[in-house]
């Protein structure tokens, strides 16, 4: 049955807001109801469009009058279902509030709606020798108030930190439509609770982002990228250890398995990286660093037994290669099968001892079946992709992986580890919310979710059940 709205709610929409603020039509239904999941069909009742902060104030005042239930909407990259509306919701999509203020060249900040896309705010700030450094392989379509709604991570995270690290101020619009400024461009503001980390990483449960002051970087002048193979997950970690302990800035460390880069090469037609193929890979990016220390540095790692084989980009055009070998993974990945996700994190010094008990798991669980692990790794994260075997019914294969993620969030409570690295937990991972958090951690989220939002009317469902 297809999910409708009251008609008092419809005719109010048409007289309080513009001729095209409101879609029914069923294909823009279903492309702005889902993310990058697949897992679950949309099923919203309508499409919200605004182009203002105003706008959305009135139309969630509205909503929470009338018990229309919201999904806030950025670019829909996320991994776990918090920007999925399946259960009759009306998407609200920032997608047309994407003005960015000139920069303030002297206070390094920028404030954006939050529509604008990532890689749009990057080539805006670059022009003034700054960055926002909230950097990852979606930044091309991916929005910054879906970034701040999921405290967003990405390929730098080792160097800059989560987003929360880089949003100085906030414009949020309540469930009840009231408008909140909070800390606008202070670096310094010590007057209480700051509000602004309440809703940083909230997924659009307890308001919406509409606009958002950003802390800036300065540009790196240089860089270098590096490939190196590594003989496997124990090798990686080694890796990781010399990079902590060489002298330069390390910018990102990244890895992946040979089984995802043959995904890649397959999806992207992309040359092998190296001369001999290898089960892991290491790229690292280090700031600022002299390349002629570079060379050395990588030389001695394969002098030491550390790496197997090697790569220093020439220039920013096998830099970019060299990271289009990385980054293309996700994607290569749904491209070519069907991947089951899961993103976890674990303290930097419980990676060896995890990875080791993680390996014995896996292949208990899945024997002969095709592992793709990858992940940013300098910062404790690991991305876990279980791939469908040919053959193997699509509810099957999910029943069966959703079975051991049990399993596998149990071990990463036991090394005090997270669940959600940084795509949040949405619909996908709420079963499992247990596992980071505990029984009184849950009972004061909900009782914060209460208290902003007691009609539930923002993303409903999503983190946990009020």
Known sequence: MEPTLPEGFLRAVSEGFPEDFLTLDPEERAFYGRDATRVREPRASAVALPRSTEEVSLFLALCDRSGVAVVPSGGRTGLAGGALAVDGEVVLSLSRMRRMDPVDVLGETCRVQAGAVTEAVHQHCAAHGLTWPVDF??????????????NAGGVRVVRYGLTRSWVLGLQVVTAQGAVLELNGALEKNNTGLDLRQLFIGSEGTLGVITEATLKLARLPRASQVLLLAASGVPAVLGLLRAAREAPFTLAAFEFFTDRCLARVQRHRGLRAPLGEASPCYVLLELEEPDRDAVERWAAELLERGLASD???????????QLWALRES???SLAATGLPHKNDVALPIAALEGFCAALEGLLSGAYPGWELCLFGHVGDGNLHINVMKPEGLPREDFLARTHAVDRELFALVSAWRGSISAEHGVGLLKKPHLHFSRSPEELSLLRAVKRALDPRNTLNPGKILDV
Request: net charge neutral; proline share 0%.
């Open 329 to 331: 993974i996700s994607e």
């Open 137 to 150: 392989a979606s930044k091309g379509s991916s929005q910054v108030g879906g970034n701040i709604a999921t």
């Open 310 to 320: 090697g790569t220093v980009a020439r220039d920013g055009s096998q830099a970019a």
